[in-house]
C-alpha cells in the first residue's frame, strides 16, 4: 500500500495546520452548554452484559444530525474554506465514516498516525488486535496480580524487568523468592554470588549483572517486599514466566500504571477497577464534562453501562431522552417497548434487558435527572457513544466512588496520560499471555510491544480497522495529519465532534462531497 504523500495532500496538511490554529484562537468556551444538574446515588449491584457496540447499533434519532450541524463548532469547521478542502478529501471523508476509529485516534493521536506512515506496521498491529481481543476476558483476569502487585512496588520492578531473565526466574518460583523480602541486603548479596545459590545458579550470569546494576540494585533494595508481593500474586507471575520479554516488558506497563495511579491519588481498588476497560477510560479522558457527569450521576451511568447498545443510543440521541428526565415512567415504559420504534430496532432487545432489571431501573427512576446532564453535555457524550461498551458499571462506578480525583485528573489531563499506560498495559501483558499458550509468533509479538497504546485501542473494533487499512487515502490522510489532528484532539469541543456518529452524515449534508476534492 502506497503512502506517498501527493501535493495535494501536502495541501490538506497546510491548511490543516492553519485551521487547528485558528479553531485554538477561537473562544472553545462557548461551543457547548456547560454541564447541567446534578445528583447523587449509591450505585446498585449488577451484572455486566458485554457487547460489542457495532456502528449499526448507534441508532440516530431524527433530530441527530441537525444538532451537530447546528453547534458553532460545526459551524466553524465546515465554513472555514482550509477544513473544507482537508473534509472533502477522500481520505478524511473515509476516517470520518469511521466513528469508532475516529474516536479512538482522538485519545491517542500520536499513535495512530505514526502507525499509519507504515502501512505494514499497521496491517500486522491490526493482525494482532484481532487475536488478543479472543483471549482478552481470560487473560485479564489471569494477569490481574501483575498490577496489583505493581502498586506500592513500581521501582523496584521496573529494576527487576531491566533485567528479564532474572525477573523471569523469580516469576518461576516466587514463593521461594519471598524469603529475600525480609533482608534489603540479603537479595544483592545471593545475586553477586549466584553460581553458589540454588534458585540462582542457573542464570548466574544475568543475576550478577542485575548486582553490578548499581541503580537497579537500589531501588530493589530500597523495597525488598517487591519479593513479597510477587508472591501473593504468584499465578499471575509464574502464567508468564515462559515469556520472559513479554514478561518484562508487562511487568514494566504495569508499574507504570500504578504509578502514575499512586501519584495522582488513585487507590489500588480504584485502579483494578478499571483496568480492564482502558478503552473506555480513555475515551472519557478527553471529556472532563463526561467525567463530571458520571461523578454527580454515577448510579444511573453504571446501570445504563450494563447495556452498552442502550447507552450508545441514549448518548447519540441526548435531546431525544432530554424528556425522561422529569418523567422517569416515561423512560420504563419506552425500553421495555423500544422494539415497537422502527428507529431503535437495532438496540430493541438491550432496552428490554435493562428494562427487566430491577436494581437498574430503580437507580435510574431515582435520578432521571441523568437524562438532562446528559442532554446538557450532549456533544461530549456523542463523542462517546461508539465506546459505550468500553465504560463497565465498574469503570462508571469507580470514577464516582472517587469523583473529586477524577475530576482532578479530567481537568489537568493527567488522566489521559495514566489512561494510556493502562492501555499499554492491557496490550503488553495479553500479548505475554498469548504468546505464553503459543498463539502468536514472535512477529506479532514485536508489532505488539512497539505499539501496545495502539493496540489495546484497536482491540475494540479490529473490523473497523482493517477496514481502514485497505484504504491508502485514509492512511496517507491519517499519517500527514499529525500536528493538526493532534491540535483537534487536544480541545475536548474538537475532539467530540470529530468523534460524534453523526459527523460524517452532518458533513454529507453540508455539502462537503468527494467531488469537491477534485
Keep these: 500500500m502506497a503512502t506517498a504523500i501527493s501535493h495535494k495532500q501536502k495541501m490538506y496538511l497546510t491548511t490543516a495546520g492553519v485551521l487547528a490554529v485558528g479553531i485554538a484562537a477561537y473562544g472553545l468556551g462557548r461551543v457547548y452548554p456547560p454541564m447541567g444538574p446534578s445528583a447523587g446515588t449509591v450505585a446498585p449491584a449488577q451484572r455486566y452484559v458485554s457487547a460489542q457496540v457495532s456502528e449499526a447499533d448507534v441508532t440516530l434519532g431524527d433530530t441527530a444530525v441537525p444538532e451537530l450541524m447546528q453547534t458553532d463548532a460545526f459551524e466553524l469547521m465546515v465554513k472555514d474554506p482550509q477544513f ?29 498516525a505514526s502507525l499509519a506512515s507504515n502501512p505494514q506496521a499497521y496491517a500486522g498491529v491490526v493482525q494482532a488486535a484481532q ?40 516469576a518461576a518460583n516466587p514463593v521461594a523468592f519471598a524469603q529475600y523480602a525480609a ?19 542457573a542464570n548466574a550470569v544475568a543475576f550478577r549483572q542485575l548486582a553490578a546494576d548499581r541503580a537497579a540494585i537500589l531501588a530493589i533494595s530500597a523495597d525488598p517486599g517487591v519479593f513479597k508481593s510477587i508472591a501473593a500474586n504468584a499465578g499471575s507471575f509464574k502464567s508468564l514466566a515462559g515469556q520472559q520479554n513479554g514478561l518484562a516488558a508487562a511487568v514494566k506497563s504495569a508499574a507504570a500504571a500504578a504509578q502514575l495511579a499512586a501519584q495522582a491519588g488513585v487507590s489500588q481498588q480504584a485502579l483494578l477497577g478499571v483496568a480492564a ?56 415504559q419506552f425500553a421495555a417497548s423500544a422494539g415497537n420504534n422502527a428507529k431503535f430496532a437495532n438496540s430493541a432487545n438491550s432496552f428490554r434487558q435493562l428494562a427487566n432489571n430491577a436494581d437498574a431501573m430503580r437507580a435510574i427512576n431515582a435520578d432521571p435527572k441523568v437524562f438532562a446532564t446528559i442532554s446538557a453535555n450532549s456533544a461530549s457524550f456523542a463523542g462517546l457513544a461508539n465506546n459505550a ?22 481537568n489537568n489531563a493527567q488522566l489521559a496520560n495514566w489512561a494510556r499506560s493502562l492501555q ?16 502468536i509468533n514472535a512477529a506479532t509479538m514485536q508489532a505488539v510491544l512497539s505499539n501496545p497504546q495502539a493496540t489495546a485501542g484497536m482491540m475494540a473494533n479490529p473490523a ?55
Excluded: E
Excluded at 472533502?88 to 493521536?109: K, W, Y
Excluded at 533482608?183 to 545458579?201: E, G, R, V, W, Y
Excluded at 463497565?392 to 479530567?410: H, R
Excluded at 499499554?424 to 498463539?439: D, I, P
Design 464 to 518: 473497523a480497522f482493517a477496514a481502514v487499512g485497505r484504504q491508502s487515502a485514509a492512511m496517507a490522510t491519517l499519517a500527514s495529519n499529525q500536528k493538526a489532528i493532534a491540535s483537534l484532539a487536544a480541545q475536548p469541543n474538537m475532539a467530540a465532534l470529530l468523534s460524534n456518529p453523526s459527523f460524517a452524515a452532518g458533513l454529507n449534508q453540508a455539502g462537503l462531497s468527494q467531488s469537491q476534492a477534485n
Design 183 to 201: 533482608n534489603a541486603n540479603s537479595f544483592q548479596n545471593a545475586a553477586a554470588n549466584a553460581a553458589s545459590n540454588q534458585l540462582m545458579a
Design 277 to 332: 476497560n482502558a478503552n473506555g477510560l480513555a475515551a472519557i479522558a478527553g471529556q472532563p464534562k463526561a467525567v463530571n457527569a458520571v461523578a454527580s450521576h454515577q448510579a444511573a451511568f453504571s446501570a445504563l453501562a450494563g447495556y452498552p447498545q442502550a447507552m450508545a443510543v441514549v448518548f447519540a440521541n441526548a435531546s431525544q431522552f432530554k424528556q425522561y428526565a422529569t418523567n422517569a415512567a416515561a423512560f420504563s
Design 389 to 410: 461498551n468500553q465504560m463497565s458499571p465498574k469503570v462508571m462506578a469507580t470514577i464516582g466512588q472517587n469523583a473529586s480525583v477524577f475530576a482532578n485528573l479530567a
Design 131 to 170: 487475536n488478543l481481543a479472543s483471549i482478552a476476558p481470560a487473560a485479564r483476569v489471569q494477569n490481574a496480580g501483575l498490577l496489583q502487585a505493581a502498586y506500592g512496588h513500581s521501582k523496584a520492578l521496573v529494576a527487576l524487568s531491566g533485567h528479564p531473565q532474572v525477573l523471569a526466574t523469580v
Design 84 to 112: 473544507r478542502a482537508l473534509a472533502a478529501s477522500p481520505g478524511f471523508q473515509s476516517l470520518a465514516s469511521q466513528p469508532q476509529v475516529m474516536a479512538a485516534v482522538m485519545s491517542n493521536p500520536q499513535a495512530y
Design 424 to 439: 499499554a498495559y492491557n496490550a503488553t501483558s495479553l500479548a505475554a499471555s498469548a504468546a505464553a499458550a503459543g498463539k
